[in-house]
């Protein structure tokens, strides 16, 4: 267990909606970091936050947006779903930018 | 041209084989993660270096900064090994930053 929890473990949604995935770091880690891997692209990078701020963009689309809350639990907000959304969003955290990931589930979010 | 490539991207072994992904990248790194993603979709992070070698029960991982080349190594490899392994490096200055990830070895043991 990695100490990373991710809800929903499902999604499945229709296109045009907005959905929100929600990601709780391991305890006492301040760094959280989401990824999608769909199965064109692959595992790819798209937003870290370090204890409430933005610290790091990736490929993060414009429909999509984050945020860290001061109990460090961080949301993925996903907007205008496409059905190239559909994929799997995985959340980390850490302990520091030199530290190893530590990773949740992930949230498997079919859009149809 | 990905910054980071692996091979193979698919191998099959017989168990007790010693296995040998390998991860090259074509950026200056401060560090290299090797993880293993399995079949049921979890990530687990294996290590994290960013010289010489690290070694953690059956696995050992090296990396040659002046080659950009890294190997993860299985000893002994077990049915329970089979998964994909895939290589990701940052690029930033801090080590687990903007992480770009290589396509992933699929390793599959056979009993």
């Known amino acids: 267990d990695s100490g990373v929890t991710q809800t929903p473990k499902h999604l499945i949604t229709a296109t045009g909606q907005r959905v929100t995935l929600r990601c709780s770091p391991r305890?006492?880690?301040?760094?959280v970091y989401w990824y999608q891997q769909s199965l064109d692209q692959g595992l790819q990078f798209l937003i870290q936050?370090?204890?409430?701020?933005?610290?790091a963009k990736g490929n993060i689309l414009e429909r999509f947006s984050a945020q860290q809350f001061p109990d460090l639990h961080s949301e993925l907000n996903l907007s205008s779903l496409e059905l190239g959304d559909s994929a799997l969003y995985f959340c980390?955290?850490?302990?520091?930018?030199?530290?190893?990931?530590?990773f949740g589930n992930g949230t498997r979010l079919t859009v149809t | 041209k990905n910054e980071v490539e692996q091979s193979p991207q698919n191998l099959t072994a017989q168990e007790g084989e010693f296995i040998t992904i390998n991860c090259s990248y074509s950026?200056?790194?401060?560090?290299l993660h090797w993880l293993q993603q399995h079949p049921g979709g979890g990530i687990v992070s294996l290590f994290m270096?960013?010289?010489g070698k690290k070694k953690h029960g059956r696995l050992i991982a090296t990396i040659n900064i002046q080659e950009k080349h890294s190997s993860l190594h299985i000893t002994a490899s077990h049915p329970r090994d089979s998964a994909v392994y895939i290589c990701?490096?940052?690029?930033?200055?801090?080590?687990?930053?903007?992480?770009?990830f290589g396509t992933g070895t699929r390793l599959t043991i056979i009993p």
């Open positions: 270096l960013s010289s």
């Open positions: 990701a490096v940052p690029l930033s200055n801090f080590g687990n930053e903007k992480l770009t």
């Open positions: 980390a955290s850490s302990g520091g930018f030199q530290s190893p990931l530590h």
């Open positions: 936050y370090y204890n409430g701020e933005e610290r």
């Open positions: 305890s006492g880690d301040l760094s």
């Open positions: 950026v200056g790194i401060s560090a």
